[in-house]
């Protein structure tokens, strides 16, 4: 049985951003901040300032590196998906709030051309696309005395809290459980991108599966393991095809509108996932055992391991061990 604890470490380290590349992309949000509140100040002065709060996996450090896609000009694009919300937070002395259609043409407008190129209009926020192909995502809220409202376009004033759904992840996770979400993001990220038409969880719903499956472990590889069983037990045995949503609104249910194809699309995915890291971990050589891994469920950004068995490791290192802890016979024995 090869234990690929380490592999999985490095793949880690493959997937996740150096801090060059966090910097960048605290930069690009800085800036955009900068320009927005300067567009309210010189365009609408009377009009509640927007305040900025950062949500999403780069809050919760578990954003990864995504593959590379190619444009239509032939240009490899890196599609880093950040989120940051705009908050209009209501003062005791104004009692109501412009419509969901206004406060998205304003940010529409204050942000547009940022980048050379037109903003995108969404129904959950305006979208700020930038040359190297990283986004930016400007979800709006109204927050009163009561609650929080996301302004969605086609739904209208929604109840949403994205800033608890990221206190709550801070609470539960640990460096590991971090990772464990990286590696889930990852195999999203090269499933999809080598079959165009598989559309699986998004990354916020995969959070809350790992989380809520979170099984702990002192190799990584075992952890992962575990954790995807639990969770196709749950989707499967325990309570059915559901995603309940820990926060505000808590006890939906983000699977509810899933196609029966997409649902049947992602059970077979994890199952396929999950029964490479069986057949992974039966195998004895480290080289094939990752191999089965790279090929089928992370790409090579997962790195192959020694062309070893794992008895012989455990040999040479039974060996090594007890040649340091010969006790030496006394002088004139």
Not at 229 to 251: H, V, W, Y
């Amino acid at each position: 049985m090869a234990v690929l604890h380490k592999e999985f470490i490095e793949f880690n380290k493959n997937i996740s951003l150096t801090s060059k590349r966090k910097e960048s992309l605290k930069n690009s949000r800085k800036e955009l901040r900068k320009k927005i509140r300067k567009w309210f100040k010189d365009n609408k002065p009377d009009e509640l300032q927007p305040k900025f709060n950062g949500q999403g996996s780069y809050s919760m450090n578990t954003v990864i590196n995504p593959l590379p896609v190619t444009d239509s000009q032939g240009k490899q694009k890196l599609m880093y998906d950040l989120d940051d919300g705009v908050y209009f937070i209501k003062k005791n002395e104004q009692n109501d709030h412009r419509s969901i259609n206004t406060l998205h043409n304003w940010i529409f407008d204050s942000v547009d051309n940022h980048t050379g190129q037109s903003s995108i209009k969404k129904n959950t926020c305006i979208r700020v696309v930038f040359a190297d192909g990283h986004h930016i995502d400007l979800p709006i809220y109204y927050k009163n005395e009561e609650s929080i409202l996301l302004a969605h376009r086609s739904k209208g004033w929604l109840e949403s809290d994205p800033k608890e759904f990221t206190e709550w992840f801070n609470g539960k996770k640990t460096t590991q459980l971090e990772r464990i979400v990286r590696y889930l993001k990852a195999w999203k990220n090269f499933r999809e991108t080598n079959n165009n038409s598989l559309k699986l969880p998004s990354g916020f719903e995969l959070t809350i599966l790992a989380t809520e499956n979170y099984f702990e472990d002192d190799n990584d590889d075992r952890a992962f393991r575990e954790t995807i069983r639990n969770i196709e037990s749950q989707l499967t045995n325990t309570f059915g095809f559901k995603c309940l949503r820990p926060t505000t609104p808590a006890g939906e249910d983000l699977f509810a509108n899933y196609s029966d194809t997409r649902k049947s699309n992602f059970l077979s995915s994890i199952s396929s996932l999950l029964n490479d890291l069986d057949r992974a971990d039966e195998e004895p050589n480290f080289r094939k055992a990752s191999n089965i891994l790279v090929k089928n469920q992370f790409g090579s950004r997962y790195p192959l391991g020694e062309d070893n068995d794992s008895d012989t490791k455990n040999k040479e290192l039974i060996k090594a061990l007890g040649m340091a802890t010969v006790t030496p016979k006394p002088y004139g024995y």
